[in-house]
């Protein structure tokens, strides 16, 4: 059973953007921490972003202000806006739920989507 879902990957040339989404039934109003990962060939997988059920929000040190990460609490869908996408951004981007916020919250991410493909030619 698909609990989230990706969409909005695709291919861009260096300097591009792309708004990644992600829904779906794993993500409830229970949920406590939101957050984007992302996996390129050879390498280990990195957290991009995260938006906690209060609003907080973290960002991976390689973002430096090129990703925002929101959310739409109405319809619990969760977005990436990368602006300035650069060649090493390339991976399979995932959105991943944590436990629900009156059980261990934000310590873990149980529920994965099963990502959307980013590359971004030089």
């Known amino acids: 059973q698909v609990k989230l879902m990706e969409s909005g990957g695709g291919s861009v040339e260096a300097g591009g953007f792309l708004r990644l989404s992600c829904s779906g039934p794993?993500?409830?109003?229970?949920?406590?921490?939101m957050a984007w990962f992302r996996q390129a060939p050879g390498k280990g997988r990195e957290e991009v972003a995260r938006?906690?059920?209060?609003?907080?929000?973290s960002y991976g040190d390689f973002v430096k202000g090129r990703f925002t990460i929101s959310r739409e609490t109405a319809n619990n869908t969760l977005y990436l806006e990368m602006n300035t996408l650069k060649p090493e951004d390339s991976a399979l981007y995932s959105c991943?739920?944590?436990?629900?916020?009156?059980?261990?919250?934000?310590?873990?991410?149980?529920?994965w989507g099963q990502g959307t493909q980013v590359t971004v030619s030089s």
């Open positions: 938006i906690n059920r209060g609003g907080l929000i």
């Open positions: 991943a739920a944590s436990f629900p916020f009156y059980y261990r919250g934000c310590e873990g991410f149980p529920t």
């Open positions: 794993g993500y409830t109003s229970d949920t406590d921490c």
